[in-house]
């Protein structure tokens, strides 16, 4: 069972911000939250992670509850390009031999022109 | 381009049938993982290899085998093969267990008829 529960679908006008949210209410002190995206079948993309301060790169932002029971990936400026599946995960840094990564069924985000 | 290669990008094979599938890392990356993606699964984590030695172990079958070479490139070999077990294969790799953000490679088609 996946860690991480997110909305199957969003829709977003083109230019606008984009504004994906996470569920993971079970996450662990030394879990890290991932975001990654998935265009049609290519192999998935790293977009951005963090422990628990809102984090930022060239790509997206990222917040996370103080709780860190959720956090919601940010696309500032949405283009037809972003659209694709986003996924949400949670994991520690440094795998040990039980520990797994689960991909969830992630977000399809439709980018509307 | 994430810099991970993965070879071949079709294979087309009967049932009962052995594969193995090439995964070369990003130039210094030291940890490499398998991942499943069928239309119904979603994406699968398989495995994982860190210098060498498997790390950690998610949903794989006990029909398929990987191992990663002194050169770290990693192979998966999968045998026996069924219908289901046709999918597409992802390779990831990340520079070490301490910065472990995954890039992923473009991944290879496996179809048994």
């Known amino acids: 069972d996946a860690k991480t529960t997110q909305p199957p679908s969003m829709d977003c006008a083109e230019g606008r911000a984009a504004n994906l949210p996470c569920n993971h209410s079970?996450?662990?002190?030394?879990?890290?939250v991932y975001w990654y995206r998935q265009i049609h079948s290519q192999g998935p993309q790293y977009i951005i992670h963090g422990l628990k301060n809102n984090e930022t790169n060239e790509m997206a932002s990222l917040i996370i509850t103080e709780d860190r029971k959720s956090s919601t990936l940010i696309l500032p400026h949405a283009t037809l390009r972003d659209t694709a599946v986003y996924y949400c995960?949670?994991?520690?840094?440094?795998?040990?031999?039980?520990?797994?990564?689960?991909f969830g069924k992630g977000t399809r985000l439709h980018i509307l022109p | 381009d994430s810099g991970v290669t993965q070879t071949p990008k079709h294979l087309i094979t009967a049932t009962g049938q052995r594969v193995t599938l090439r995964c070369s890392p990003r130039?210094?990356?030291?940890?490499v993982y398998w991942y499943q993606q069928s239309l119904d699964q979603g994406l699968q984590f398989l495995i994982q290899y860190y210098n060498g030695e498997e790390r950690a172990k998610g949903n794989i079958l006990e029909r398929f085998s990987a191992q990663q070479f002194p050169d770290l490139h990693s192979e998966l070999n999968l045998s026996s093969l069924e219908l289901g077990d046709s999918a597409l294969y992802f390779c990831?790799?990340?520079?070490?267990?301490?910065?472990?953000?995954?890039?992923f490679g473009p991944g290879t088609r496996l179809t048994v008829l």
């Open positions: 130039s210094g990356d030291l940890s």
């Open positions: 079970t996450i662990s002190g030394n879990e890290y």
């Open positions: 990831a790799s990340s520079v070490s267990p301490y910065r472990d953000t995954q890039y």
């Open positions: 995960i949670v994991r520690v840094a440094f795998m040990n031999r039980d520990d797994k990564i689960i």
